[in-house]
């Protein structure tokens, strides 16, 4: 490991005008999965906590799929929030969350970052990065949501030869040798200024401030594509997403669906 994550240096490099709304930074060594180990807190210790670990040995995406999370340099990141009362298009979170993430992956001077539904950033069709936003009603109509940030950095095994069952690729790979090694504590204080102001301004007004810039980095605006859905495989155009952060979806008798959940690829790919 080329460098160590340090709580106090990535609280120090959080935007001064951001920094009162983060209550704690903690690192771990090695944990299961940081949703699962910030979720295990009392809920008091979960709002505006930024929990990190160098590694996970059950790091976990959607659809119950394992987060390959081996320790040598990546980021595992999970913040909580408390929301009160809960926003009206929460299950769009997740898509104002990749937003986020990619935003602060481009300040920190990576190109072409695209955001493939609901929660993968991908650079050149191979993911760099994957979100898993978790929720938990709370009474007087609040909610709880960890986000959680699997992004790899400098992934060993510059062959391939990882145990991930698609094309995948790092920060490192798209960066020019200058910025060789990336300093990890000033890449995760980046990711917490742009996730704090997120949730902050999801808060305020919901997904519509940030579907505009949701489009922009949409990979599958356009594409032909196959989505495995409950009722089976549908096959259409991506049209973006709608003010829920749906899937659009057109269809070749010229039909329009709205899908909520369901794995999306780009056909022939």
């Known amino acids: 490991m080329t460098d160590v994550l340090d709580a106090e240096r990535i609280a120090e490099g959080v935007l001064p005008a951001l920094r009162p709304r983060l209550r704690r930074v ?3 060594p090695t944990v299961d999965s940081t949703n699962t180990a910030l979720a295990a807190l009392p809920a008091a210790e979960q709002h505006a906590h930024a929990l990190l670990a160098e590694q996970q040995t059950a790091g976990r995406g959607r659809g119950a799929r394992r987060w390959h999370s081996p320790a040598g340099g990546n ?3 999970s913040l909580g929030w408390r929301f009160r009362p809960a ?3 929460l299950s769009a979170l997740p898509l104002a969350v990749a937003v986020a993430v990619a935003e602060a992956l481009s300040a920190a001077g990576l190109e072409g ?3 493939k539904w609901p929660n993968d950033i991908l650079v050149g069709g191979r993911k760099l990065a994957g979100i898993l936003v978790e929720s938990q009603v709370e ?4 909610v709880r949501v960890i986000a959680g940030i699997g992004l790899n950095v400098r992934m060993p095994g510059a062959t ?3 145990a991930i069952d698609r094309p995948w690729t790092d920060l490192e790979a798209h960066l020019p040798a200058t910025r060789h090694p990336v300093d990890r504590n000033s890449l995760v204080a980046g990711l917490l200024d742009r996730l704090l102001a997120a949730y902050e301004r999801f808060a305020g007004s919901g997904f519509e401030s940030f579907r ?4 922009e980095r949409d990979v599958l605006a356009g594409r032909e594509l ?3 859905h409950a009722t089976g495989e549908i096959r259409g155009t991506g049209r973006g997403v709608d003010d829920a952060g749906r899937l659009r979806v057109a269809l070749p008798d010229g039909g329009l669906r709205h899908f909520h959940s369901g794995e999306v690829r780009v056909f022939g790919e």
């Open 26 to 28: 903690t690192v771990l």
């Open 87 to 89: 926003p009206r298009d």
């Open 226 to 228: 196959v989505l495995e």
């Open 75 to 77: 980021v595992y990141l």
């Open 139 to 142: 009474g007087g109509s609040g």
């Open 113 to 115: 970052a695209g955001i």
């Open 212 to 215: 505009a810039r949701y489009a």
């Open 160 to 162: 391939g030869e990882v």
